[in-house]
């Protein structure tokens, strides 16, 4: 009261009555020393009317009265204020931490979950969620880069909900590079390119580190460590030996994992041309014979330039060239063959690599003039004849076939 009466010890009753009633219930045991009370016990959707007197040593005030009231409850949608602007941003590893300040009657439900997929972030045993009358917090420990995403805060009662989101981006080390590969191979270069990772930590890619490794010692030595596009030339490998290579992307975190790729030979891209069908032998006299091939099926990747044609007795062993220098054509006329003896022949494509490896051999083939069908025979006429029977004569033919 504005006047206390000359004693500030000061205590209050509280009554209360029902609409229709005339008679007034005190609603509290003893006095009230504080200036607010809850009336408990009220029907639901009845009206009342309270009223409070003070009391001191000297006696009682007068009452003063409320307007009449209907007990219900006092319905307010959820609202959510989500003490975060724009990005949390949290390296892996460390914790991500959210709260929202609360209202609503009655007391909003509160739930947190991630994403689209509405992941259930209860069940790991990372999270602990704390909600009170007027808050909600959220603790996520141990960070992994998989955490990033948008998480999703909802309040619900009876009057409604109301929904936040925080975007949380947990940077870590970039992922693996993709499709590493090696081109324009030679006897000591190569060229070694791949595409960014899928993922790159959730920060911009700073460098790549490409490394390589002779198969035969597996020892990594660093090519470069500070390439910024996503192809490298190497050079100063050593002709014959195998190599591996190795990529890994990194960012202001760290690091992502290497990737590898196949074994590869420093050596040319071309090769020596592979080995003709075994040739065939054509004319065939005593003292000479035409021989003819077809190009080899593998180029080697190179042009063939020219063919070594090689001869031996079938009962030899050793191959002699038929010529000093390769023969541009896919035929040639062997000659100062001796009579009677059997002959084989092989032949080699060459390019400029280098001499591709032999033919098999033809069939074996004896120097000897064809024998062909004779000429007619000369002069044929009737010699004599008798009652049964004729006497012819001729002469031998002019061409007896060889």
Known sequence: PDYDGGSPNITYHVERKLKDSDEWERVHKGSIKETNYIVDKCIENQTYQFRVQAKNEGGE??????????????????????????VLVVK?????????????RPQPEVIWVKDKDATDLTRSPRVKIETTSDSSKFLLTKSKRSDSGKYVITATNAAGSFTAYATVNVLDGPGPVRDLKVSGISSDRCIVSWEPPEDDGGCEIQNYILEKCETS?????????????????????????????RVRAENKIGTGPPTETKPIIAKTQFDRPGPPDPPE???????????VWNPPEYDGGKSVTGYILEKKEKRSLRWVAVTKTPIPER????????????????????????????????????AKDPIEPP???????VVDSTKTSISLGWGKPVYDGG
């Open 331 to 366: 035929r040639k006329q062997v000659t100062n063959l001796i009579p009677g003896h059997e002959y084989q022949f092989r032949v080699k494509a060459e390019n400029e690599i280098g001499l591709g490896d032999p033919s098999l051999p033809s069939r074996p083939v004896v």
């Open 217 to 245: 010692r597996v020892i990594w030595s660093t090519v470069s460590s500070s390439l910024i596009i996503n192809r490298a030339h190497v050079t100063h490998l050593i002709e014959g030996n195998e190599y591996i290579f």
């Open 281 to 291: 032998v054509t004319k065939v006299s005593k003292e000479e014979m035409t021989v």
């Open 375 to 381: 000429g007619p025979p000369t002069n044929l006429k």
């Open 92 to 104: 892996a590893g460390e914790s991500i931490r959210l709260e929202a300040g609360l209202k609503g």
């Open 61 to 86: 005030s007068n009452w003063v009265k409320t307007s009449e009231v209907v007990v219900k409850e006092e319905l307010q949608k959820p609202v959510l204020d989500l003490k975060l602007s724009g």
